[in-house]
């Protein structure tokens, strides 16, 4: 028969002679053990026990050993005793009155940390542009770093900003953009520093580095039309120049050939007219020497010159009879020019030969009807 069977009167878990284990006995004997531990009384009443202090003194060395700390080879510690500083601990293991007796900043002055930094600003002639950049630095002075800002890294951004605004407000967008360019991270890198410096801050600035200078977006489209505009504007200011360029000498060389001409004329109409009254001098001479074969002359020399300009021939024939036709008009016509070079050679040649003239008779150099007209 098995041991749980009913009528076997035996439970498996119980021992001989043992009574039945009571769970709120089992809590009591516990609560006992604990406050005898921590320095209660046994239950039999007899003395505290040594257990509190055990556990004092283990207490006492798991608070002592949160004092150490190690630093490492780029790192330095700045041990701090009620908040005050106390001294600065090199690499390796080290140990501190625990806290809230001491506290100790690790501070990592080898690493070079890095920030991404972007604003707006307004140039010099009120141009707004957005600028990017990338500061590099280190926390050299670990005391400094840790005692005279109350927070480095805002004041490592706000200071940066205050350089940045100094280099970009002082200068125009044009220079930005074009010569100073490359002078923007330098600039703000030595002001930067300098402000760092006044203020005991502990950083390094190491570089920093331009990554775009550029308008906002928000008014990219109205700063293109502004290029534009600008850009019309010099291309309409080097073609008026060069209109200019080009008309001004042609009007200079116009205006000097005008005078040239105007010169001309004026050398040649005063030596016309020198011509002219030397001519009628010497006429005046002849006439005075011979008036009459002068006046037939003069006469003679103004019908040669109508009829030569005349479109007709006029035949003075004395008789009747056949006459052979020639196109003489044609013939005039074609010679006419020949005639008029020849007609200022011969009035020359007449006038220098007027003392001949002269001294023929009468009856040979006018003909007879016109003769018989005149008298």
């Known amino acids: 028969m098995a041991w749980n069977d009913?009528?076997?009167?035996?439970?498996p878990w119980k021992r001989e002679g043992d009574n039945a284990a009571d769970l709120d006995k089992i809590v009591q004997s516990w609560q006992r053990r604990l406050a005898g531990i921590f320095g209660g009384k046994s239950g039999g009443g007899g003395k505290s026990s040594g257990g509190g202090w055990v556990l004092g003194i283990l207490l006492l060395v798991a608070w002592a050993l949160t004092g150490l700390y190690r630093v490492d080879e780029a790192e330095r510690g700045v041990v701090q005793r009620f908040g005050g500083y106390t001294t600065t601990t090199m690499p390796g293991l080290h140990w501190h009155w625990p806290y809230p007796v001491e506290t100790v900043?690790?501070?990592?002055?080898n690493a070079v940390s890095n920030y991404a930094f972007r604003t707006e600003?307004?140039?010099?002639?009120?141009q707004y542009v957005f600028v990017q950049m990338v500061v590099q630095y280190r926390r050299e002075d670990p005391v400094k770093y840790s005692f005279e800002v109350v927070d480095p890294e805002s004041t490592?951004?706000?200071?940066t900003e205050s350089a940045l605004r100094e280099v970009v407000g002082t200068s125009t967008l044009e220079v930005l953009v074009t010569e100073r360019r490359d002078q923007i991270a330098p600039r703000t890198q030595e002001i930067l520093q300098a402000t760092l410096d006044g203020y005991d801050a502990g950083f390094t600035v190491t570089s920093i580095s331009l990554e775009k200078l550029d308008y906002p977006q928000a008014v990219q489209a109205a700063v293109d039309d502004t290029q534009k505009a600008r850009n019309d504007s010099d291309r309409f200011i080097l073609e008026a120049e060069t209109y200019a360029g080009d008309?001004?000498?042609?009007?200079?060389?116009?205006?000097?050939?005008?005078?040239?001409?105007?010169?001309?004329?004026?050398?040649?109409?005063?030596?016309?007219?020198e011509g002219d009254a030397a001519r009628f001098l010497s006429l005046l001479?002849?006439?005075?020497?011979?008036?009459?074969?002068?006046?037939?002359?003069?006469y003679l020399e103004a019908i040669e010159d109508v009829y030569s300009r005349a479109n007709k021939v006029i035949l003075d024939a004395d008789g009747s009879g056949n006459l052979l036709y020639l196109p003489i008009d044609q013939l005039v016509?074609?010679?006419?020019?020949?005639?008029?070079?020849?007609?200022?050679?011969?009035?020359?040649?007449?006038?220098?030969?007027?003392?001949?003239?002269?001294?023929?008779?009468?009856?040979e150099k006018i003909p007879e009807r016109e003769r018989r007209t005149r008298e």
Request: no cysteine; proline share 4%; aromatic share 2%.
């Open 105 to 109: 900043d690790i501070v990592n002055t």
């Open 6 to 11: 009913s009528g076997n009167g035996k439970d």
């Open 121 to 126: 600003i307004l140039t010099a002639d009120e």
């Open 333 to 363: 016509q074609g010679g006419g020019a020949s005639r008029e070079s020849g007609r200022s050679d011969s009035s020359r040649t007449s006038s220098s030969q007027s003392p001949s003239v002269s001294s023929t008779p009468d009856s």
């Open 156 to 159: 490592l951004q706000d200071v």
């Open 285 to 298: 001479s002849e006439y005075e020497k011979a008036p009459r074969v002068t006046r037939e002359r003069l």
């Open 247 to 273: 008309i001004i000498p042609r009007a200079r060389g116009g205006a000097a050939r005008m005078l040239q001409d105007a010169e001309a004329y004026r050398d040649r109409l005063i030596a016309d007219a």
